[in-house]
Structures are given as structure tokens and as C-alpha cells.
């Protein structure tokens, strides 16, 4: 999970978090949350489904090769 984990609450008590995110799609997530002097709540499970890829990237560049030989390079398609 990424963002800022630790908020301060308003006034009313509420601390808000809108800059989490996970960049790793599956089924079945869940949210703890605790704050002191309060009871840990859990979240219903919650999936993440893979979005459109916003970059493509080499990982590993071309190489020069002979004409007609394999060319070796690795590339990741993933978001921002």
C-alpha cells in the first residue's frame, strides 16, 4: 500500500485518507484501522483489478546481434 498511513483527525474526529493506493491487482484485500483508544475495525474484502497501462519500460535494452539471431531484451508494461 502506498500513501500517507497516519493521518491527524478533524474536529469531528475523522481523519481522511485520500492518497492511498495499491499497485499490485488481486481478490480478497481487507483494511485494518486503529487509532488509539478505539477497537480495530476491519474492512469487507475488496478486489483490485488491473487497470490500462499508463507506461511501457525496457528492462533489460537491446543488444546489438547478428542479422536473423534472437534479439535478448525485457520490457514491463505497468501503470504510471
Excluded: E, H, K
Excluded at 6 to 11: E, L, Q, V, Y
Amino acid at each position: 500500500m502506498y500513501g500517507t498511513l497516519s493521518r491527524t483527525s478533524d474536529a469531528a474526529g475523522i481523519a481522511a485518507f485520500n492518497d492511498l493506493s495499491i499497485n499490485t491487482f488481486g481478490t480478497g484485500y481487507i483494511l485494518n484501522v486503529s487509532a488509539a483508544g478505539c477497537p480495530t475495525v476491519t474492512s469487507n474484502t475488496f478486489n483490485v483489478t488491473a487497470g490500462l497501462a499508463a507506461r511501457l519500460a525496457f528492462i533489460v535494452q537491446p543488444a546489438t546481434v547478428t542479422a536473423g539471431l534472437a534479439l535478448p531484451m525485457r520490457y514491463r508494461c505497468g501503470p504510471g
